[in-house]
């Protein structure tokens, strides 16, 4: 069901920089809805990283950065910290569907 | 401090009715712009938008089960209700409730979530 595609892993050793990218078409991404990024550590509910495409909600470190291009966009993670294991998910509305969507996740994993 | 916490049944039998409740305290869904919503997780898969409800009563439902689906708020509880028909194992998941106040569709604070199994 989902509309956004999302790479289902990605991996960097600590202090890296990795990049998730969040697919989608002209109905969601592509119309100019913002896309919200999520991080979920194992176990827990998820937790919102990153909104509006580029806004950090208070407390969210400034290592982890989103931006946007056409129909897609990224969350970039620098200095890759072990506690930044977790699972990755975007969310945009679509507007052919009339509801929001979430990507597919990516997982990300520190060497 | 936005608090929210779902409750309900841990087990359903298939084709019942599921109702969740989300109990939250922090805000008033009387207030403009803010709204409360229903994402769900199957065990080991990706997160589903279920539905959401405004601060004015206004309701969106996720069209693939929209037919199922209804959510209700009680703002002197500050209660959100979610209800969903004809309960089929593919329906088991962890069931979270958010708070939309910062963005469009967005959660900026969920629940613990809250686990059903639909199995006879």
């Known amino acids: 069901q989902s509309v956004l595609t999302q790479p289902p892993s990605v991996s960097g050793a600590p202090g890296q920089r990795v990049t998730i990218s969040c697919t989608g078409s002209?109905?969601?991404?592509?119309?100019?809805?913002?896309v919200h990024w999520y991080q979920q550590l194992p176990g827990t509910a998820p937790k919102l990283l990153i909104y509006?495409?580029?806004k950090r909600p208070s407390g969210v470190p400034d290592r982890f950065s989103g931006s946007k291009s056409g129909t897609s966009v990224s969350l970039a993670i620098t200095g890759l910290q072990a506690e930044d294991e977790a699972d990755y998910y975007c969310q945009s509305y679509d507007s052919s569907l009339s509801g929001s969507v979430f990507g597919t996740g990516t997982k990300v994993t520190v060497l | 401090q936005i608090t929210l916490k779902e409750s309900g049944p841990t087990l359903v039998k298939p084709t019942q009715t599921l109702t969740l409740t989300c109990t939250f305290s922090?805000?008033?869904?009387?207030?403009?712009?803010?709204?409360v919503g229903w994402i769900r997780q199957p065990p080991g898969k990706a997160l589903e938008w279920l539905a959401l409800i405004y601060w004015d009563d206004d309701k969106r439902y996720s069209p693939f089960l929209k037919s199922r689906l209804t959510i209700t708020k009680d703002t002197s509880k500050n209660q959100v209700v979610l209800t969903m028909t004809n309960m089929d194992p593919v329906d088991t998941a962890t069931y979270y409730c958010g708070h939309s106040g910062l963005a469009f569709y967005g959660m900026d604070v969920w629940g613990q979530g809250t686990t059903v199994t639909v199995s006879s």
């Open positions: 922090g805000f008033s869904l009387s207030t403009s712009g803010v709204g």
């Open positions: 509006g495409n580029r």
């Open positions: 002209r109905s969601n991404i592509g119309a100019g809805y913002d």
